[in-house]
């Protein structure tokens, strides 16, 4: 097993000192195997942005802090990393290196258990008998689907066609292995294609190509059938360890979770976890990721539970988390540099990314449980929140 890696370097006098910064950096470098001038400050090349944005005037600056050291076991193995965050909001970072620091003692494991980028595109009919015609045929054309997959994609293939009928109408529900990339628009351009070719077969009346579009915003589907990565990550903390870390028992987050649960069934949310969006945005973000899907991302369920021993279970699942390691936003400035830092680059890696993700929310959702219980997160924020000019709000 590798050493674990150092504590992030802090000054208690000034964290904020060029000092202080370099020997952060200094740290990431050696993390990533590689110098990271982007991250460090230097300019990014205007051409870089090319086929990523349109109208380009420049490049925004949001601050990145290391979360962690957190040791994790994945699909791949061992794994010890430091987890990059672009985020504006002070003690985020702060509380998720907390809670890496006690996963990493108590021993965390995170696995992708399903892989599926689904599109939905939308088929009418005259009726619903012609509908549900339409539906077997769609079951009986799979084989010719995928063919069509196949002849715009070498990395991406068709692995299931599964249509609901709604009155007259067909969800044709397509679902895609997109190797390491999120594949979005692999997706759509095949979803085109394979609705296209049922519309003419089945005699459809009118077709959309995201018809029920999923994309981009909370929904059903996503909780419950899962979108791209499903992840679960989940530890058993010692009870002593869990008081000297957090300050807390695991019945007072037992019991803590059974309240924020009776809160989300009352609300109809599909995110049952804590705080997912902040870490996951944040991630993301330094990483080159589509943003909006943290919207999808977030949705999940948070699971704790005080085991016959006394100590504290605690799962993290999230069912569709929808991003990648090749394409889009990943190869350029500093996303790059930031996945090195994660040691996730290129091919191979996007579940192990995934995964490191879902040890990542795991770690904010306990710190911030811990921190709710014990009355501390009003005066975590007080002390390292956002600075007030002249001193007040």
Same mark, same amino acid.
């Given at each position: /097993? ?7 370097? =802090? ?35 205007? #051409? ?41 909001? +002070? ?19 995170? =696995? ?14 005259? #009726? ?32 299931? *066609? ?38 003419? @077969? ?25 979108? +791209? ?9 010692? =009870? ?7 300050? *807390? ?7 803590? %979770? @059974?309240?924020?649960?009776? $809160? ?19 991630? /993301?973000?330094?990483? +080159? ?15 704790? #539970?005080?085991?016959?021993? %006394? ?16 394409? $889009? ?28 993700? %879902? ?35």
């Amino acid at each position: /097993m590798t050493e674990p890696l150092p504590r992030i370097p =802090r000054d208690r006098d000034d964290d904020f000192s060029a000092e202080a910064v370099a020997a952060r950096l200094a740290l990431a470098e050696q993390v990533a195997g590689r110098p990271l001038p982007h991250l460090a400050g230097s300019a990014v090349a205007l #051409d870089s942005a090319r086929g990523n944005i349109e109208n380009l005037t420049g490049f925004v600056q949001v601050p990145v802090g290391l979360a962690g050291p957190l040791r994790l076991q994945t699909s791949d193995g061992v794994h010890d990393v430091l987890v990059p965050m672009a985020t504006t909001e +002070g003690a985020m970072v702060a509380s998720y290196s907390r809670g890496m620091r006690v996963l990493s003692e108590a021993g965390v494991s995170a =696995r992708v258990v399903a892989e599926g980028l689904s599109q939905h595109p939308v088929l009418v009919y005259d #009726d619903a008998g012609a509908a549900l015609a339409a539906a077997r045929a769609a079951r009986e054309m799979q084989d010719e689907l995928t063919t069509i997959t196949a002849g715009i994609t070498n990395h991406g293939r068709l692995v299931g *066609v599964e249509p609901q009928v709604i009155g007259r109408r067909v969800i044709l529900r397509l679902v895609f292995h997109t190797a390491d990339a999120i594949g979005i628009n692999m997706a759509a351009h095949a979803a085109e294609l394979c609705s296209a070719s049922v519309a003419s @077969r089945t005699g459809a009346l009118e077709r959309y190509v995201h018809g029920q579009d999923v994309e981009k915003r909370a929904n059903a589907r996503a909780l419950v059938e899962g979108r +791209g990565r499903s992840v679960v990550a989940d530890a058993t903390i010692p =009870r002593a360890l869990l008081a000297e870390r957090l300050r *807390v028992t695991p019945e007072q987050m037992a019991s803590i %979770g @059974r309240s924020y649960a009776t $809160g989300y069934a009352q609300m109809g949310t599909q995110n049952w976890l804590v705080q997912a969006a902040n870490g996951l945005a944040a991630v /993301m973000l330094a990483c +080159g990721q589509d943003v909006a899907y943290v919207t999808e991302c977030a949705t999940g369920f948070l699971d704790l #539970d005080v085991t016959p021993d %006394g100590d504290l279970y605690a799962a993290a699942t999230l069912p569709s988390l929808l991003v990648g390691t090749v394409g $889009g936003g990943t190869a350029q400035g500093t996303a790059a540099e930031c996945l090195a830092v994660i040691g996730c680059v290129g091919s191979g890696t996007a579940n192990r990314f995934a995964e490191i993700l %879902g040890a990542t929310v795991l770690a904010g959702d306990l710190s911030l449980m811990a921190a709710f219980c014990t009355h501390e997160f009003v005066a975590a924020h007080e002390r390292l929140g956002r600075n007030r000019p002249g001193g007040a709000e």
